[in-house]
């Protein structure tokens, strides 16, 4: 009787049943973390279009709240005034002269002061349409536009204003972008206002070689970073998914006390590497 006794060495096998159990799970990981991001990015897209929504709602309501008070009763007080003078000049005939002459001067006068009402009007519908979408992007283009809406705001807010453009020879960007980046503008001057406490602020717009960088820089409070990396950051969101989708990117520095600094960096020209 005998016995046959045979070793295989399997270490090599079980060396690579390890790695691949290892990349196995490594991937697993990946993928987990992957889907973790997306359903984050998820949700703060459905979060981003539900405040956008709510912020579009706002506006309609205050639009059609400044429709009524003030259009609707200057059109009110037109009709009035109108209904007054047709009934005037239709007793006219059955007056006596000097009395027929009193009341044209009256006339004169309610039409003048309808002519004020008009005017005010007009002057109702200008601003309405240029808190919709200022004209002055249309007739004098991005440059104007930027700086006209740095006066308008340094002057409500009672700011001190540091103002530098450097852009001669800086191609005026089409329009889509044009309106992205005022509307980034805008942002960042809404939260110096509603956010900073700040006392100046000092705003650089600079282009070169097709680039353009739009800086503004407050004295105000400050925040921590992570405030800007919120989930209801929504101001803040919105800037980077309009500047994003032109291929441009929004940087923020802000330290407590020592104020927060927000800079534009995109590109004027299809093509160019920000």
């Known amino acids: 009787r005998g016995a046959v006794v045979t070793f295989i060495d399997i270490t090599e096998r079980r060396r690579a049943a390890d790695a691949l159990r290892g990349a196995k799970e490594q991937l697993e990981q990946r993928v987990r973390e992957r889907t973790r991001a997306l359903e984050t990015a998820l949700r703060q897209v459905r979060e981003l279009a539900a405040r956008s929504e709510a912020v579009r709602e706002e506006e309609r309501t205050r639009i059609a709240r400044e429709v009524h008070d003030e259009l609707g009763s200057l059109l009110v007080a037109l009709k009035m005034d ?3 003078m047709d009934r005037r000049l239709s007793e006219q005939a059955r007056r006596q002269p000097e009395e027929a002459e009193g ?7 309610k039409c003048q002061n309808m002519s004020r009402l008009i005017e005010s ?3 109702n519908v200008g601003r309405i349409i240029t808190d919709l979408r200022p004209s002055i992007l249309d007739h004098q283009g991005l440059w104007a536009a930027l700086e006209w809406q740095a006066q308008e705001f340094v002057a409500s807010a009672e ?3 540091d103002w530098r453009m450097a852009v001669d020879g ?8 044009a309106i992205a980046v005022f509307r980034i503008f805008q942002e960042m001057l809404s939260n110096v206002g509603r956010h900073a406490r700040a006392r100046r602020i000092a705003v650089r717009i600079r282009h070169r070689k097709g680039l353009l960088r739009l800086s503004v820089r407050d004295d105000g409070i400050g925040a921590a970073p992570q405030a800007f990396e919120a989930a209801n950051a929504y101001g803040v969101m919105g800037m980077r ?6 291929g ?13 600094h927000m ?12």
């Open 248 to 260: 441009g990117d929004i940087r923020i520095k802000s330290v407590l006390g020592r104020g927060t």
């Open 263 to 274: 800079e534009l960096t995109i590109a004027l020209t299809p093509g160019e590497v920000t």
């Open 103 to 109: 009341m044209r001067e009256r006339m004169r006068c």
């Open 241 to 246: 998914e309009r500047a994003g989708h032109f």
């Open 121 to 123: 009007a007009v002057d």
């Open 159 to 161: 700011l001190a204003l």
């Open 170 to 177: 800086a191609p005026e960007p089409a329009k889509p972008l």
């Open 82 to 84: 109108v209904n007054w």
